[in-house]
């Protein structure tokens, strides 16, 4: 396969998987730990008003849902690329990182979940899945 071929496909996969482990992480959530009672997290309005009646233990599942989407992605683009694999893998987080920052000005989140969630969750997980993707004859 041509290695532009390759490295667009790096890039297609590493947003798609890394988007469906995010989403999965975000569906399973309210199964693992529930929502206060009566609250409707299902629209942009509903988590507005619920947002003061959740504790930390409900920031759990988003900041894994953006931490391993993230790093799920940039390890598929990673291992998938032809070249500059490294490049590849920080360009998805970067992508994630752009949502996230978007995230925090539309939904009203705690300062120091925003602070945690854009500062650990994106880039220091694609540094993470180089580590994990690197192994001999598969150099950055």
Do not use: C
């Not at 947003?15 to 009566?38: K, R, T």
């Not at 299902?42 to 894994?64: C, D, N, R, V």
């Not at 598929?76 to 994630?96: C, E, G, M, N, T």
Request: hydrophobic share 60%; no cysteine; aromatic share 8%.
């Amino acid at each position: 396969m041509p290695k532009l071929l390759r490295n667009i496909l790096a890039v297609v996969l590493g947003l798609a998987i890394g988007s469906g482990v995010n989403m999965a992480l975000v569906m399973l959530g309210p199964s693992l730990i529930p929502p206060p009672a009566g609250v409707d997290m299902s629209t942009a309005e509903g988590l507005s008003k619920a947002m003061p009646l959740l504790g930390p233990q409900h920031f759990i599942m988003p900041f894994l849902a953006h931490a391993l989407g993230t790093l799920a992605g940039a390890l598929v683009a990673f291992l998938v690329a032809a070249s500059h694999k490294a490049r590849f893998a920080y360009a998805i987080a970067v992508v994630f990182l752009g949502g996230g920052v978007a995230a925090s000005f539309m939904i009203p989140a705690p300062a120091w979940f925003i602070a945690l969630d854009l500062l650990v969750a994106y880039l220091p997980m694609a540094w993470l899945s180089i580590r994990i993707g690197t192994r001999p004859g598969n150099s950055p």
